[in-house]
C-alpha cells in the first residue's frame, strides 16, 4: 500500500515539518497515523516530500521528517477534458473518476443543452465543489499533481480551447454522422489533447459546426453511448493507455 497524501501549501525542504490546520486533524484525529509510519508531502502542483511521522502533537498537529523531495515532470502529452454540466451531482462523480484515472485538466462547460446552469452563487458554489473534489480524488488516488479545474467556459470560449489544441476532438456517439475510432485516432507524440464530452443531449449541430471550425474532428468511444458522467473518464483510460501514461 502506498503512503497517504497530504497537500501543503509549500514542500518543506526538511529536515523537521509539522503537519497542521485540516490535513494535520486528518492525518492525526482520522488516519490515526502513528510514530514511524510514512506519508507523502504534495503542493498538488506536481512537487513532494516523502517523510516518516516524528509524533502526533494534540488532534491536529502532524510531526514529520523530510527525507526526500522532488518534483514530478510535466506529462509530455497533456489531457484535458472539456465536460458538458450534467444534472445534480453528476458532475462531481465525473470530476473524481476522471481524477482519479488521471486527466490532467477539467473544463466546465456551458452547452446549450445542459439542463444544469451555472449563474451567480450557484455557480461559484459548484465550481468550489468540482475543486474541491478534484483535490480529494487526487490526494485518494496518491497524485501529486492534481487536475486544474478552470472556470466554466462557454461554446465560443471552448472553441478557442480547441483552436490552440495539438489535437481537438469532440465524442459524438450519433451513428448517423461519420466519427473516428478513439482507440484507432493518431495522437500527437507530445503537446495537448484537448477533448470535449457533451451534455446527455448530446453535441447541437451548432455547436459541433463551431468545433469543426475551431479544428475539432468527432470520435467515438465504441458500440455503446455512456452518460456523460462518465464518457469523460473512458475516453481519458484510452488516451492515457495510448500515449504510455498507463502501463
Excluded at 452563487?121 to 488516488?141: I, M, N, P, V
Excluded at 469532440?170 to 493518431?186: F, I, K, Q, W, Y
Aim: charged content about 25%; hydrophobic content about 45%; aromatic content about 4%.
Amino acid at each position: 500500500m502506498t503512503a497517504p497524501v497530504f497537500v501543503v501549501e509549500e514542500v518543506p525542504a526538511g529536515p523537521e515539518f509539522v503537519l497542521d490546520g485540516p490535513e494535520g486533524r486528518h492525518a492525526v484525529s482520522v488516519k490515526r497515523l502513528n510514530q514511524g509510519e510514512a506519508v507523502v508531502l504534495t503542493d498538488g502542483r506536481g512537487g513532494w516530500a516523502q517523510a516518516l511521522v516524528k509524533a502526533a502533537d494534540g488532534k491536529d498537529r502532524l510531526v514529520v521528517s523530510v527525507s526526500a523531495t522532488g518534483r514530478e515532470p510535466e506529462p509530455g502529452v497533456r489531457i484535458t477534458v472539456v465536460q458538458a454540466l450534467p444534472k445534480g451531482d453528476r458532475g462531481e462523480l465525473a470530476v473524481e473518476t476522471m481524477t482519479e484515472t488521471g486527466v490532467d485538466a477539467i473544463v466546465p462547460w456551458q452547452a446549450s443543452r445542459c439542463i444544469t446552469q451555472w449563474r451567480g452563487d450557484r455557480g461559484a458554489k459548484s465550481l468550489a465543489k468540482w475543486r474541491a473534489t478534484a483535490r480529494e480524488a487526487g490526494k485518494q488516488s496518491r497524485r501529486v499533481r492534481f487536475p486544474e479545474v478552470a472556470e466554466a467556459m462557454s461554446t465560443k470560449q471552448v472553441a478557442a480551447l480547441l483552436a490552440g489544441a495539438d489535437l481537438a476532438m469532440v465524442l459524438h456517439e450519433d451513428r448517423d454522422a461519420p466519427s473516428g475510432a478513439l482507440a484507432t485516432a493518431e495522437l500527437p507524440a507530445k503537446g495537448s489533447i484537448v477533448l470535449v464530452v457533451g451534455p446527455e443531449g448530446g453535441v447541437s449541430p451548432e455547436e459541433l459546426a463551431v468545433f469543426a471550425q475551431a479544428g475539432a474532428h468527432p470520435y467515438r468511444l465504441g458500440s455503446s453511448v455512456l452518460r456523460t458522467s462518465t464518457a469523460g473518464t473512458a475516453a481519458t483510460a484510452v488516451l492515457l493507455a495510448r500515449t504510455g501514461r498507463w502501463s
